[in-house]
């Protein structure tokens, strides 16, 4: 039995800072703004970040393959359905690690020529860059753990917590379900 996992992120303490960085958004963003969130760790995220936000906006998403560590190779699986050319656009992302996986993504909308591009991240692993990667808006810089919860997975579980808890990987990699019981109880 793994020990209880740490909490990183208080349910509190991510609804203010996504109020925050809603608030940001709406002052950058008078004009209005397309997120585009990328499936499926931003979704909570993204769910809570657009109702934060007080300026016109639209919400569209796109999926790439599944995290494989340290290969960087990854491709879009479900692509956006709006237009950003010439577009006012906010790439919204759970978390960026290696900055691999955004800079392949900032590769590909760059060329579609939107008006702006940046980048809305919940969290950054900022010691984990390879490439350095343009974040213009961050909720929380952390450590290098790793994270579950408020869309984060591992193996698909655990997205619906609504807080950011440190998963031990060991214990996740013998089985998934590891903190299944320390999480859900009640
Ligand atoms: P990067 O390409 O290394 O920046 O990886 C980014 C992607 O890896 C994220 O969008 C997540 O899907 C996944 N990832 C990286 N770190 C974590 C973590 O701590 N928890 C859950 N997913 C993670
Ligand atoms: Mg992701």
Request: net charge negative; with cysteine; proline share 5%.
């Amino acid at each position: 039995m793994p020990a209880p996992p740490r909490e990183l992120i208080g349910t509190d303490e991510l609804h203010a800072t996504v109020r925050r960085l809603g608030a940001t958004l709406s002052a950058d963003y008078p004009d209005g703004v397309l997120l585009a969130a990328v499936l499926k760790g931003s979704v909570c995220f993204a769910a809570d970040l657009v109702r934060a936000i007080t300026a016109p906006v639209e919400i569209d998403f796109l999926g790439i393959s599944s995290y494989a560590p340290g290969t960087g190779r990854v491709r879009i699986v479900q692509d956006l359905q709006a237009d950003v050319f010439g577009r006012d656009v906010v790439l919204v992302e759970d978390i960026v690690d290696t900055g691999l996986t955004l800079t392949y993504l900032l590769g590909q909308l760059r060329q579609r020529s939107p008006h702006s591009l940046e980048v809305c991240a919940l969290l950054d692993k900022h010691d984990r860059r390879i490439v350095p990667t343009p974040l213009r808006y961050v909720g929380f810089r952390i450590g290098d753990e790793f994270a579950i919860g408020y869309g984060l997975d591992y193996a698909e579980r655990y997205r619906n917590l609504d807080r950011i808890v440190a998963g031990d990987v060991e214990a996740l990699r013998i089985d998934p379900d590891a903190h299944v019981a320390a999480l859900y109880r009640r």
